[in-house]
């Protein structure tokens, strides 16, 4: 089992279907500690889903499935958790963050966390 990365889901959804869903479940299928943060409450793979901004502490990895729009009501939690790295799954591209991310010396990768889990390469 690879080393547990403590990862940020953001854009969390109780929708199975959505990749936010099967991140969740994989990670925690994989040993990594997951917190999820989303617009509705509930839970997958016995995480709980947060509707409001958590304290982050030691995390290594956020995984963000939310637009570039709504993501900027996130850059300064994002940017004060010092991730190790963002994740910008498909869809969530976005250079005003990466840019953001850069200045505080935080990596960010454009690539999807099920490709990267299934790959081994997380």
Same mark, same amino acid.
């Given at each position: 089992?690879?080393?547990?990365?403590?990862?940020?889901?953001?854009? #969390?959804?109780?929708?199975?279907?959505? #990749?936010?869903? &099967?991140?969740?479940?994989?990670?925690?299928?994989?040993?990594?500690?997951?917190?999820?943060?989303?617009?509705?409450?509930?839970?997958?793979?016995?995480?709980?889903?947060?509707?409001?901004? /958590?304290?982050?502490?030691?995390?290594?990895?956020?995984?963000?499935? /939310?637009?570039?729009?709504?993501?900027?009501?996130?850059?300064?939690?994002?940017?004060?958790? &010092?991730?190790?790295?963002?994740?910008?799954?498909?869809?969530?591209?976005?250079?005003?963050?990466?840019?953001?991310?850069?200045?505080?010396? /935080? &990596?960010?990768?454009? #690539?999807?966390?099920?490709?990267?889990?299934?790959?081994?390469?997380?």
């Amino acid at each position: 089992m690879t080393k547990n990365k403590k990862t940020l889901v953001l854009g #969390a959804t109780l929708k199975s279907e959505k #990749a936010a869903f &099967k991140a969740i479940e994989m990670l925690v299928a994989r040993g990594h500690s997951v917190l999820a943060l989303g617009q509705n409450t509930g839970e997958v793979s016995g995480i709980k889903i947060n509707t409001k901004a /958590i304290p982050l502490k030691n995390i290594d990895t956020v995984s963000l499935y /939310i637009n570039p729009a709504r993501q900027r009501d996130y850059y300064n939690y994002v940017i004060e958790a &010092k991730p190790k790295r963002v994740l910008f799954n498909p869809g969530t591209e976005n250079p005003e963050f990466y840019q953001l991310l850069e200045l505080n010396n /935080i &990596k960010y990768e454009v #690539a999807c966390t099920l490709v990267l889990l299934t790959l081994n390469k997380y």
